[in-house]
């Protein structure tokens, strides 16, 4: 599949396969395209008159897909944008009716592997996370910038227990000189936060609640649900593969309320999650969770 050297395993790949597709011959969206890896698969389980869409706001992913999807030819079609206006990027490629969408969460592996983007705990980069070039806010702007209430608050619900510790240490260091890179938080941290014998870094929590707030990550996610929910066709499904828990529960939530209010089914009673052969090829997809609902 690959022309460039970029690689993304996608996660829960079959099941999202059997789950999505219902009319072989329609049109579905990938609303979080990254490199192509589910975009693929599904391509690749559809008959050359299926059409598939795919959505992603970062540029860079973009092209990367675009390259790695060319094999498709004309059945796939690119779009930049932020799945929180699904609606009005399909109205403007003249997409009316589909019979599925997928949302799969977060960021790709490539996001993390790239120093210049800022994502890593791994790599010294600068204090970035944005997904789009585009968006005004940056994970060195909340850092630097915001008052200690608000930082404080943003890291605590993202389940962070040293949250308090935490802030005031930014903002000590920040009296002296702004932190300037992901390296500088991470070892800042390192240094307040007491080693815990987890398996995870001390700054995974922060560094998730930062990426959250630089991209509006929940709010994103409950508008893509609302505007895509009118263009799905009866009989269509929407899966969305979540990796955190704050997510996995705006999903369970919003679909709860979707099949209470009729006209939605789930698919998924509970949500699916990798088989033990995935998690042993895929150590990233170890927190994934998928749940699909269908339009009555
Ligand atoms: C987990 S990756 C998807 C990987 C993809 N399924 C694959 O197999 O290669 C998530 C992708 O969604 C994109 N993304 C995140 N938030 C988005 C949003 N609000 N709108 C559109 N794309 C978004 C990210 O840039 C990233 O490329």
Not at 55 to 84: S, T, Y
């Amino acid at each position: 599949m690959t022309e460039n050297n970029y690689t993304h395993i996608p996660v829960l790949a079959e099941e999202v396969v059997n789950l999505l597709i219902t009319e072989k011959r329609g049109t579905y969206v990938d609303a979080t395209l990254g490199m192509g890896g589910h975009a693929a698969r599904l391509l690749t389980a559809l008959p050359p008159e299926a059409m598939l869409l795919g959505l992603d706001w970062d540029p860079e992913m973009a092209a990367i897909a675009a390259q790695n999807l060319k094999p498709f030819g004309d059945r796939v079609k690119i779009a930049q944008g932020n799945f929180a206006n699904i609606d009005e990027i399909l109205a403007r490629e003249g997409v009316h009716s589909l019979s599925g969408v997928l949302f799969d969460l977060g960021i790709s592996s490539l996001h993390f592997d790239k120093p210049s983007r800022g994502f890593s705990l791994k790599h010294d980069g600068p204090l970035d996370m944005r997904i789009s070039p585009d968006n005004p806010l940056t994970a060195y702007t909340i850092i630097n910038q915001w008052p200690y209430e608000q930082i404080e608050h943003l890291i605590r619900v993202c389940g962070e227990r040293h949250s308090g510790r935490i802030t005031r240490a930014v903002l000590a260091a920040r009296r002296e000189k702004p932190l300037e890179t992901t390296g500088d938080l991470s070892s800042l941290i390192e240094r307040v936060v007491p080693a815990r014998g987890e398996k995870i870094h001390p700054a995974t929590k922060t560094f998730l609640a930062l990426r959250v707030a630089v991209n509006y990550e929940f709010d994103n996610l409950t508008r893509g649900i609302q505007k895509v929910m009118p263009l799905l066709k009866p009989g269509a499904r929407m899966g969305i593969i979540t990796f955190h828990s704050l997510e996995d529960r705006i999903v369970k939530e919003t679909f709860r309320i979707m099949t209470a209010l009729g006209g939605w089914e789930p698919v998924t009673r509970k949500p699916v999650k990798p088989s033990e052969a995935e998690l042993l090829a895929n150590k990233r997809a170890r927190s994934a969770k998928l749940r699909v609902i269908e339009k009555l």
